[in-house]
């Protein structure tokens, strides 16, 4: 069977691969603190006694995009929005740091501060805890202050420090709950001064609906092309059959 038939099924898995990508990118658009999915390819040489004139398509490795996503005023004491890089830091179920764009946090039935998805906020010293009844104040430089607790003259508890991180972004990595995390053998980030937060505000997706539709559009054909690929293959290895049987 001609070699072909393999080339081009590399080809369309990787394209359903990408357009996968592209989905899912288009499905977050409106997912505050989203980071665009990327996807990168590399040609292999296919080796053997013929001419080396074809190669197979393989998954080199998956990224996302770290440009900042828009950033949408909402007025609510208790949003947050990091300004250019940095990242919040939360605690995942196991235990160990993960790291967040979205900053629409809450206080939980039982007084942590967390985020939107139930994930604990970390800062200066762990989790942060909000006394019964207060309301939750937090600055430009990440420190959390608890209204109608603490000191009686001012009625204001500092409750610590968010701990803000900017590790550099190729020795992170997404999971599949959209947190990411630091990659095997890099050493957790300590926390950064120079990261800033804008209150009153949040993150939208850095995804662009335009572009993710053309891309969606520009995988289709290409599969369809990779398609038609094995078509031809399958049709010429039959041709070829025929051929040997009349001749033999």
């Known amino acids: 069977m001609d070699r072909m038939i393999y080339i081009a099924m590399s080809g369309a898995k990787q394209v359903m691969e990408q357009q996968a990508s592209a989905a899912n990118n288009m499905a977050n658009v409106s997912t505050p603190g989203f980071r665009a999915q990327l996807n990168s390819f590399r040609a292999v040489p296919v080796v053997g006694s013929e001419a ?31 300004r250019g890089d940095g990242w919040l830091t939360v605690q995942t ?32 010293a762990g989790p942060m805890a909000v006394p019964p009844g207060a309301a939750v104040m937090v600055s430009s ?9 603490g000191d009686p003259a001012t009625n204001v508890a500092q409750l610590g420090r968010l701990k803000l991180v900017n590790p550099d ?14 990659r095997a053998g890099a050493a ?17 997706s850095n ?3 335009v572009s993710a539709m053309v891309d969606m559009i520009a ?28 001749t033999a």
């Open 93 to 124: 179920a196991d235990g160990n740091e993960a790291y967040t764009r979205v900053g629409n946090l809450q206080v939980g039935a039982d007084g942590q501060l967390m985020t939107m998805d139930k994930l604990p906020v970390i800062g200066d």
């Open 52 to 82: 080396a004139t074809r190669a197979f398509v393989v998954s080199a490795s998956s990224g996302a995009d770290m440009r900042t996503g828009p950033l949408t005023e909402t007025g609510r004491p208790m949003d947050v929005a990091v």
């Open 188 to 204: 957790a980030p300590d926390a950064d001064p120079a990261v800033t937060l804008q209150t009153g505000a949040i993150e939208g």
């Open 141 to 149: 430089d990440g420190l959390v202050s608890a209204i109608g607790a």
């Open 207 to 209: 995804v662009n609906p």
């Open 169 to 182: 972004a190729k020795d992170l990595q997404r999971g599949d709950d959209g947190l990411f995390r630091m």
């Open 219 to 246: 995988n289709a054909r290409s599969f369809e092309m990779q398609m038609k690929a094995v078509k031809s293959a399958d049709e010429n290895d039959q041709r070829a059959n025929q051929l040997l049987s009349m």
